[in-house]
T-cell receptor
Framework: DVKVTQSSRYLVKRTGEKVFLECVQD?????MFWYRQDPGLGLRLIYF???????EKGDIPEGYSVSREKKERFSLILESASTNQTSMYLC??????????????FGPGTRLTVL | AQKVTQAQTEISVVEKEDVTLDCVYE???????LFWYKQPPSGELVFLIR??????QNEISGRYSWNFQKSTSSFNFTITASQVVDSAVYFC????????????FGTGTRLTIIP
């Protein structure tokens, strides 16, 4: 079974703190994604990566950055957390054309609260 | 630009009733994929189905069925003889058939099954 894990289920941070959200997948997937989920807005794509050290902006990248130094790990970084970044963050991965093409596997999510 | 509309924000039905969740999409692509995901109270998104735009056959899986109609750009989801375990938020999503596989989600429908 594909497994996507996220470092924390719940996180509480203060305004201005630097926050790292970690995501790891164990299926050698090429593509990885970060979404945020807010009531009434569904899931919105923040950033995605289709290879190591490669990244592309999604629909709402402002205030976020990402890092992918290894294929299995994709980190979301909030350089200076703000209260409007309080949300549920979901990581996902897909295998690309070789495997699990177009079927995204999701992690359990991290509920981040910024005070 | 791609767009997915789930007009039903919340639905409540009594157990054993049938219920249909609506999904309407917009895309300029001629080839694309449509998805349904379930998000139970635990938070993790669970993949339910993927449908290629070339395949308009309806699909049935146990109590679940999906009706894809390209002419109306709809991909509706029906649960027959609903059960309390079906209570969840359901998301419809759309992706390109080729390329980076990023998903465009609808805003979700919260389904509550009343015992």
């Amino acid at each position: 079974d594909v497994k996507v894990t996220q470092s924390s289920r719940y996180l509480v941070k203060r305004t201005g703190e630097k926050v790292f959200l970690e995501c790891v997948q164990d299926m050698d997937h090429e593509n990885m994604f970060w979404y945020r989920q807010d009531p009434g807005l569904g899931l919105r794509l923040i950033y995605f990566s289709y290879d190591v050290k490669m990244k592309e902006k999604g629909d709402i990248p402002e205030g976020y950055s990402v890092s992918r130094e290894k294929k299995e790990r994709f980190s979301l970084i909030l350089e200076s957390a703000s209260t409007n970044q309080t949300s549920m963050y979901l990581c996902a991965s897909t295998g690309g054309v070789r495997r699990h093409y177009n079927e995204q596997f999701f992690g359990p999510g991290t509920r981040l609260t910024v005070l | 630009a791609q767009k997915v509309t789930q007009a039903q924000t919340e639905i409540s039905v009594v157990e054993k009733e049938d219920v249909t969740l609506d999904c309407v999409y917009e895309t300029r692509d001629t080839t694309y994929y449509l998805f349904w995901y379930k998000q139970p109270p635990s938070g993790e998104l669970v993949f339910l189905i993927r449908r290629n735009s070339f395949d308009e056959q309806n699909e049935i899986s146990g109590r679940y069925s999906w009706n894809f109609q390209k002419s109306t750009s709809s991909f509706n989801f029906t649960i027959t003889a609903s059960q309390v375990v079906d209570s969840a938020v359901y998301f419809c999503a759309l992706s390109e058939a080729f390329g980076n596989e990023k998903l465009t989600f609808g805003t979700g429908t919260r389904l509550t099954i009343i015992p």
